[in-house]
Nanobody, 115 residues
Framework: QVQLEESGGGSVRAGESLRLSCLAS????????MGWYRQAPGKERDLVAR???????NYADSVKGRFTISRDNAKNTVYLQMNSLKPEDTGVYYC?????????WGQGTQVTVSS
C-alpha cells in the first residue's frame, strides 16, 4: 500500500502564497498520475491540478496562471505552488496518487484564505 503525507496548508490573507507538498511512501512502484483536489465547504470535491509521470499537466480554470504543480519522481513527491491566493481557494486540499488501477488519497490539509 501507499501512504501519502501532506504538508504546507495553513491560513493566509488574500494575495499571499502557500506551497503544498505530498510525499508518497511504501509500495510506490507503478505510480502514474499525481494530483491535488480540493473540497470547499458545501461543495463537491474537484480537481485543482494533476501531473502525469511524463510531466503533462492539467489545471482547473480557476487556478490557471496562479498555481503550479510539479513533481520529483525520485522522491515520489508532488508539489502545488499556490500564488495570489483568493478567498475562494479556501478548502481542504487532498493529494491523490494513481497506481495502476488503485487510487490513493491523503487525509487532506486545510487551506484558509481571508480577505
Amino acid at each position: 500500500q501507499v501512504q501519502l503525507e501532506e504538508s504546507g496548508g495553513g491560513s493566509v490573507r488574500a494575495g499571499e502564497s502557500l506551497r503544498l507538498s505530498c510525499l508518497a511512501s511504501g509500495s510506490t512502484f507503478g505510480i502514474n498520475t499525481m494530483g491535488w483536489y480540493r473540497q470547499a465547504p458545501g461543495k463537491e470535491r474537484d480537481l485543482v491540478a494533476r501531473i502525469s509521470s511524463g510531466g503533462s499537466t492539467n489545471y482547473a480554470d480557476s487556478v490557471k496562471g496562479r498555481f503550479t504543480i510539479s513533481r520529483d519522481n525520485a522522491k515520489n513527491t508532488v508539489y502545488l505552488q499556490m500564488n495570489s491566493l483568493k478567498p475562494e481557494d479556501t478548502g481542504v486540499y487532498y493529494c491523490n496518487v494513481r497506481q495502476v488501477v488503485l487510487d490513493y488519497w491523503g487525509q487532506g490539509t486545510q487551506v484558509t484564505v481571508s480577505s
